[in-house]
Structure formats: structure tokens, C-alpha cells
């Protein structure tokens, strides 16, 4: 029988989750997922327990993680799916892109401290599960604890974006290196919710074009953070560029996420799913 209901984009707290991989599985299969991947930022600690619980569960599984990539000064994510978690040359590149993570992390404390607000660095490591994966996302849930902004999109659209306090420009992976961790290791390159990035049609073209040359072969296309509008306009990329296509809910907390693990529209038909390409890397 065909999968429909795979879910390839979420969050531990090995990074910017708030579940075990444990309790993710368990509650992916309680929603239905068929095919499950932990895509945790720019690391893959996480997934020998992710694959050992699918499996206790009796879900498919692949390997995952979401890398952070700076492409035209823009971060863009890529999402690694199907390789191998012990490939040296994927360790390697992903443990090199999670480095700047801690000093990043004090300049941006250092910055909330010039706007009255003391001792975040403090309080963002309060919320980490894993010190060498401090995120936007912990300081994100410290400025809401501590009653600065009443939710998370109101702390990412006053605080640690672009132009305002608390933004350390960081670059990332390059697109090549990303792709070529992820190929090498025997997996495949996504891009991530493409319709996130503030780029224009000629850049968007660029990172498309870029992708496929450097190897990467899918793209998300239903995602959690995309609109209905949104997953037309990139299956018509997907075909465009000839990419197979993604799903995956992005979820990240239960009292944050708006989308829970597998409750996403399917894909939609005429397009290559990404575990189709993939079924000889499926556990
Ligand atoms: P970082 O990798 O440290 O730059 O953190 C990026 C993370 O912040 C993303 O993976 C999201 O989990 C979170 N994030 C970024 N922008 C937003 C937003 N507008 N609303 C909610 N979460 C966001
Ligand atoms: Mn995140
Ligand atoms: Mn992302
Ligand atoms: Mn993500």
C-alpha cells in the first residue's frame, strides 16, 4: 500500500523541540503517521532513539536534519533525508555548522541587555537540551516566560529578526557543503518551506537552479508553514525543476506549533513523493 500520510520535518529537543524523540514518535503515530523523519537543526544526535522508537512503534522511518544554509545573505534550510547518521563527512560538516551557535548566542544576550532586558543568554540555556544547539527558538520561549512578549511570533516579529534587537547575522553552510554532507552520506537534499525566505523571483530562481546543480533532488511542498496557495505554487515548482516533493508539519511544541505531527493536507497528485525515490533507505 502506497504512504500518504509521511511526516518529514520536526523537532527534538536535541534542538529547538520541546519533545523527546520518544515522545515524538509516540505522538506521531497516535496522529496517523505512516513514514516519520526527526529533522533536527544542523544535528543528528538524535537518531538512533528516533529510529529505535519508530520502530517500537511499528512506524517507517527515515534519517533527517534541517541544516542551516546562508545562500544570497539570506538563511535558507536544507532538509537531509534517508542518509547514513554515522557517515563521517555528514558529522563532520554539521558539528562545523552548529560552532558559531555559543558566541552568536552571547552577542545576541548582549544585544537584549542594551534594551533592558538582562540575563537572557542565561535564561535561553534555561530551555536548551542540548548546549552546543542554543537557538533564536530558547530565547524565543524566555522572552515569552519572563512576560516580554505574549507569544513566539510576536518575539520573532519584535525581537531577534532583522532590524531589530537581538539579530546576529551568522553565515551558515554554503549550499554546495550542505548538499554534498547530505548526497555523500547516501541521502537527499530538500529544500525546506521555500515560500519562508524573502527572496525574489530571480533569487528564488537562483536557489532553485543552484540546488539541482549541487545535487539536491526534492523540495517541501506541503509544509506547516505554507498556505494552500503556497503548496499550488510549489508543486508547479517541483515539477518546473523536476524535484520530488515533500510533507512535513514542522512541529516543534505542542503550545507553540500550529500544525501537529501528520495533520497536513496530502500532497498533491502528479507529483514524485520524496519516499518513493527513497523506499531503499525507509527502516
Ligand atoms: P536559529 O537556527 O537559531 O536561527 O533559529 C531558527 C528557529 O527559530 C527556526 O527553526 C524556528 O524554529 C524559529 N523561528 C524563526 N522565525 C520564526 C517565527 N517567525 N515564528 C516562530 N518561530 C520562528
Ligand atoms: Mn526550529
Ligand atoms: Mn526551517
Ligand atoms: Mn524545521
Redesign the pocket.
Given at each position: 500500500m502506497s504512504i500518504l500520510n509521511a511526516d518529514l520535518h520536526c523537532h527534538s529537543v536535541v534542538s529547538?523541540g520541546t519533545l523527546t524523540p520518544e515522545e515524538l514518535a509516540a505522538r506521531a503515530a497516535a496522529n496517523g503517521v505512516e513514514l516519520w523523519s526527526l529533522t533536527d537543526?544542523d544535528e543528528i544526535g538524535g537518531q538512533q532513539r528516533a529510529a529505535a522508537a519508530a520502530r517500537a512503534h511499528g512506524l517507517k522511518y527515515l534519517t533527517g536534519t534541517e541544516v542551516?544554509v546562508t545562500f544570497a545573505d539570506e538563511?535558507v534550510h536544507i532538509v537531509g533525508l534517508g542518509f547514513d547518521a554515522n557517515h563521517p563527512g555528514m558529522l563532520r560538516g554539521l558539528m562545523e555548522t552548529r560552532g558559531g551557535r555559543g558566541a552568536r548566542a552571547h552577542e545576541m544576550a548582549g544585544q537584549l541587555a542594551q534594551v533592558g532586558i538582562p540575563d537572557a543568554y542565561k535564561g535561553a540555556l534555561r530551555y536548551v537540551g542540548n548546549p552546543a544547539l542554543i537557538?533564536?527558538?530558547h530565547f524565543?520561549r524566555f522572552l515569552v516566560e519572563t512576560g516580554v512578549c505574549k507569544d513566539?511570533?510576536e518575539v520573532?516579529r519584535k525581537y531577534l529578526t532583522e532590524g531589530n534587537p537581538g539579530y546576529v547575522p551568522h553565515r551558515w553552510a554554503s549550499l554546495k557543503a550542505a548538499i554534498q554532507w547530505i548526497t555523500s552520506a547516501g541521502g537527499m537534499a530538500v529544500i525546506a518551506h521555500p515560500a519562508r525566505y524573502k527572496f525574489t523571483a530571480n533569487e528564488e530562481f537562483a536557489l532553485f537552479s543552484e540546488f539541482k546543480t549541487h545535487g539536491g533532488r526534492g523540495v517541501e511542498v506541503v509544509t506547516g508553514s505554507h498556505t494552500a496557495a503556497e503548496y499550488v505554487k510549489y508543486a508547479e515548482t517541483a515539477r518546473e525543476f523536476g524535484l520530488a516533493a515533500s510533507r512535513g508539519s514542522d512541529f516543534?511544541s505542542p503550545g507553540e506549533s500550529h500544525t501537529d505531527l501528520g495533520q497536513l493536507p496530502y500532497l498533491p497528485g502528479e507529483l514524485t513523493p520524496v519516499w518513493e525515490v527513497l523506499a531503499d533507505r525507509i527502516q
Open positions: 529547538d537543526h542551516s538563511t537557538s533564536r527558538t524565543a513566539t511570533s520573532f516543534h
